[in-house]
């Protein structure tokens, strides 16, 4: 009896050793697939790490060296200059009449005419375009009022532009704009690239946290970078936008237009015991930085989670379309943002780069030329030109962004197949 209860005993805990058993193994099981998918929204999170590290490779180039980056960003660059110079024409016309400077008939004071023509000077035609008929002549000469000269908007300035300068005046700058911009873009993207994916790999080990902020850093450094090396194209890119010249003269390039620089600079008694005149090449640097650097911590880091969204969004984000779509679209946005928030930095950056007195321009400091703007145009001063700032910044960066991507993405793939 006492045996057969034992035997009862062991049996009714074989079922539990058995059911404990099952347990631990379903246990482990879900242990595995808990490491290996759980679900977010619907949506495996192993589906998304996944698709973020394809999107990482795919954006970082891969196996693609520091030249097969400069290329696809000079290419970028260059697509970008001819396309919007027009406008960057226009935003540099408006701040520099803002910051004082007189637009006229080159010729129309008699000290002009008197070198031009000569002392027997006969009638001379300084209409604003032959066409213009609100011209009144004043002695010998024809010559149209001041409200002829006067820019009073974005599209104002374009038909003025055409029909006083001709229409290729628009591109004034361009081959500044050029050898500014293909150099910059150049350093900017790949070094952008190089270091946004060294300070993600840091920040995913060490901070997690900061993890999002690395596009950020890396824009600005990147940019910091590429602005000092490049600068003083810029100051000449500027300059030639900013002057007008009559109609058919032979307008200054990049070279003579820094020469005349360093020229004001030694003519300029008061700097005979000053730093070497080179030094007035990067005048306006820290206003140039003091934008740019604030511009791409804006830009990119709006652009990064724009772009990333926009390809989680498309059905195939391998194909040339859906990078090229997604990246014009995060640039449009993104420098359209950085651009209206950045302009009186701008604004600050033209004046000290117009300046012609090379003494009072290397004393200007960034805070107290926006002052100065403050107290001759209050906050419609410090916006001048915001209209054509926003509507060139947008489509570049956009034309930028995804042409760099593109090229990218074409040669990450020849690499794979080879």
């Known amino acids: 009896m006492a045996e057969a209860l034992k035997q009862q005993s ?3 805990w074989m079922p539990t050793a058995e059911q404990s058993s099952r347990m631990a193994e379903f246990d482990k099981n879900v242990s595995l697939m808990s490491e290996s998918m759980v679900i977010v ?15 990482l490779d795919v954006s970082s180039g891969g196996k693609l060296g520091l030249p097969e980056r400069a290329f696809s960003a000079a290419g970028a660059a260059f697509l970008s200059a001819i396309l919007v110079n027009p406008l960057d024409v226009v935003k540099t016309r408006l701040q520099a009449q803002a910051a004082g400077v007189a ?22 035609d300084l209409r604003c375009s032959p066409s213009c008929t609100r011209a009144g002549v004043h002695g010998t000469v024809a010559i149209c009022p001041p409200d002829c000269f006067h820019y009073k908007g974005t599209l104002d300035v374009f038909y003025k532009i055409i029909r006083q300068e001709g229409f290729t005046a628009l591109w004034r700058g361009t081959n500044a704009g050029l050898a500014l911009a293909m150099p910059t873009v150049g350093i900017y993207l790949p070094c952008y690239d190089i270091f946004c994916h060294r300070l993600e790999e840091f920040t995913t080990k060490n901070a ?29 890119r500027t300059r030639m936008q900013a002057f007008k010249h009559a109609h058919g003269d032979r307008r ?13 600079v030694k003519s300029t008694s008061s700097f005979s015991n000053s730093p070497p005149s080179y030094r007035a090449l990067w005048t306006g640097l820290g206003s140039q930085l003091a934008r740019d650097v604030p511009f791409s911590a804006i830009c990119w880091s709006t652009l990064e989670p724009v772009r990333r969204r926009l390809l989680g969004l498309a059905v195939d984000e391998t194909n040339a379309l859906s ?15 950085a651009a209206a ?3 009186p930095l701008d604004v600050a950056k033209t004046r000290k780069q117009i300046e012609k007195d090379p003494a009072r321009a290397l004393k200007m400091t960034t805070r107290h030329t926006l002052l100065e703007v403050w107290r001759d145009g209050g906050m419609k001063g410090l916006f001048t030109g915001v209209g054509p700032r926003v509507g060139r910044a947008g489509p570049s960066v956009g034309i930028v962004i995804s042409f760099y991507e593109v090229v990218k993405h074409v040669l990450h793939h020849q690499y794979a197949i080879s």
């Open 10 to 12: 062991a049996n009714s």
């Open 323 to 337: 990078v090229l779509g997604a990246n014009f679209s995060a640039g449009f946005i993104a420098g359209s943002l």
């Open 103 to 124: 637009y006229s008939h080159p010729l129309s004071n008699l000290t002009s005419r008197m070198a031009f023509f000569g002392p027997h000077m006969m009638f001379a």
């Open 208 to 236: 997690p946290g900061l993890t999002p902020y690395a596009p950020l850093v890396a824009g600005s450094l990147a940019r910091s970078l590429a602005c000092t090396s490049c600068y003083p194209i810029e100051l000449a």
């Open 341 to 343: 928030a950045t302009c």
């Open 252 to 264: 200054p390039g990049v070279l003579k237009t820094l020469i005349d620089v360093i020229s004001q």
């Open 41 to 55: 929204d619907g949506i495996e999170s192993s589906q998304i790490s996944q698709t973020r590290g394809n999107h």
